[in-house]
């Protein structure tokens, strides 16, 4: 078998892989409500496949670094919420999804021009979500209305989170850790979820389940963080399960904080 056509079979099992991922966590959103469904949507059910295809093709230098440059796009993500929940408000799909999508490009750009450290990525995500997660806390409760999925919603899905693998892995032969860190957090599940939901249960429903994400996003920017402390000191394949506990760690004391606090 040539390398080329290797290449090519490898990289369609990754993509279908993460398609599977995706789908399946957002069909578990949608029948969940908007708390869970927001904590299964901040699961690394994109980024975490793509950085697992990462650490098969590069070592585990490249996986710190391209950690290292993930952990601001992680604080541009909260934006891409916020500013898509208060278009929602108002506003259709295309304009909402397009907004918070453009805030996030701008910020990823920007996040290029400077040399990070940890501190900083860290000090940055803490500014951002201190200001963001008190003005998400408004959206945070709406009622879920009953939803029909249509023919198309799978396809669109498996196609979107797909065509994002394909070119994390394929780009990541040449633009370098820095470059494939911030591609492989392009929130592909939220904007999907965006685009599909919002134009059949509304604006205010779906703004709902991305608001309920921002305590999700936190925990994840804690798990990028670790990836690249213990990716150079345990390997890259242990970093990754540890980043991959922190979340679900996370996540999970999320649920049980929010059921204590329902019992009370």
Not at 29 to 58: C, K, M, N, Q
Not at 134 to 140: A, E, K, N, S, V
Request: charged share 10%; aromatic share 8%; proline share 5%.
């Amino acid at each position: 078998m040539s390398p080329e056509l290797a290449f090519l079979l490898t990289l369609a099992l990754r993509m279908a892989i993460t398609a599977a991922f995706v789908v399946s966590a957002s069909v578990i959103t949608e029948r969940s409500g908007p708390v869970i469904g927001a904590l299964v949507a901040t699961l690394p059910i994109s980024a975490g496949p793509s950085y697992v295809f990462l650490a098969l093709d590069h070592d585990a230098a490249f996986i710190a670094e391209g950690a290292l440059a993930s952990l601001p796009i992680n604080a541009a993500t909260i934006w891409l919420a916020l500013t898509y929940v208060v278009l929602a408000q108002r506003h259709h799909a295309f304009i909402s999804c397009a907004g918070g999508v453009a805030v996030w490009l701008v910020l990823a750009a920007l996040s290029r021009t400077v040399e990070w450290s940890l501190a900083g990525g860290l000090l940055i995500n803490a500014v951002t979500f201190a200001i963001c997660l008190p003005l998400l806390r408004r959206f945070r409760h709406v009622k879920m209305p009953l939803i029909t999925r249509r023919w198309y919603d799978i396809p669109l899905r498996a196609s979107l989170v797909a065509t994002l693998v394909a070119i994390v892995v394929t780009l990541s032969r040449w633009v370098g850790p820095s470059v494939s860190g911030t591609i492989a957090l392009f929130p592909i599940v939220f904007t999907s979820m965006m685009l599909i939901l919002h134009p059949r249960i509304g604006g205010r429903p779906t703004a709902a389940v991305i608001a309920n994400g921002g305590w999700g996003l936190m925990g994840f920017g804690i798990a990028i963080a670790i990836l690249h402390v213990t990716a150079l000191r345990v390997g890259s394949a242990a970093a990754l399960g540890l980043a991959l506990a922190t979340c679900v760690g996370w996540n999970l004391a999320l649920w049980w904080i929010g059921r204590s606090k329902l019992a009370r």
